[in-house]
Structure formats: C-alpha cells, structure tokens
C-alpha cells in the first residue's frame, strides 16, 4: 500500500522559513516526478513545486525565488524548503507522486495519482 506522509509544517511569522519533508512508502518512485500543492481556506488546491527524477525543478511563479523543492530517490523523501514567507503561503500543503507516462505539465493535479494527508502552514503577520 503506498502512502505519502508530510511533515514540517507549522506556524511561523512572515519572513520566516519551513522545510517540508514528504516519505514515500509501499513502492519506489524514483522516476516519478514528484510535487507539491496546496489549499488555503475557500480556495481551490494549487500547484506550488515539482521535481523530476533528473532534477528539473518546476515552480508557480507566486513561490519562484522564495521556496525550492529537492528530492533523495535513495529514500524516497521529496523536501520543500520556504523561504521569506508571506501570510499568503499560509496553506494545507500536499505532495503528490505523478502516475508515470502521463504527458501534461507538471503544475497539472489530474496527473498526480498518490497523494498524502496534507501538512498545515500558517504564516502570521
């Protein structure tokens, strides 16, 4: 049974940073890409970051400069460090492993087939 678990979230004042972690279990996705989303409250869930097995690294624009995404296959563990947050950030924040061969961009949810539990960011002002 494969299970994706978040943990590092918490709360955190503006300007501060998190780093995210996501293990995966039950099946080795080293060639998967693997990414990160997120859903604040009344909001629809969004893309924030998404690596390839080779390393290409994939942002939304709202997080470039600010959070990077890295990845150990050895351990199947993706990371999300953020930096210089903003209350904006503040979200449920979930990895996702993409189902292999799918052809659309990385920033797109329908082509995420594992996801995990979600980890909660608050940025206080």
């Not at 494969?2 to 590092?8: D, F, I, K, R, T």
């Amino acid at each position: 049974q494969v299970q994706l678990v978040e943990s590092g979230g918490g709360l955190v004042q503006a300007g501060g940073s998190l780093r995210l972690s996501c293990a995966a279990s039950g099946r080795t996705f080293s060639t998967n890409i693997m990414g990160w989303f997120r859903q604040a409250p009344g909001k629809k869930r969004e893309f924030v970051a998404a690596i390839s097995w080779r390393g290409n690294m994939y942002y939304a624009d709202t997080v470039k400069g600010r959070f990077t995404i890295s990845r150990d296959n050895a351990n199947n563990t993706v990371y999300l460090r953020m930096n210089s947050l903003k209350p904006e950030d503040t979200a449920v924040y979930y990895c996702a492993v993409r189902t292999a061969g799918y052809a659309g961009i990385p920033g797109d949810e329908g082509g995420y087939g594992y996801w995990g539990q979600g980890t909660q960011v608050t940025v206080s002002s």
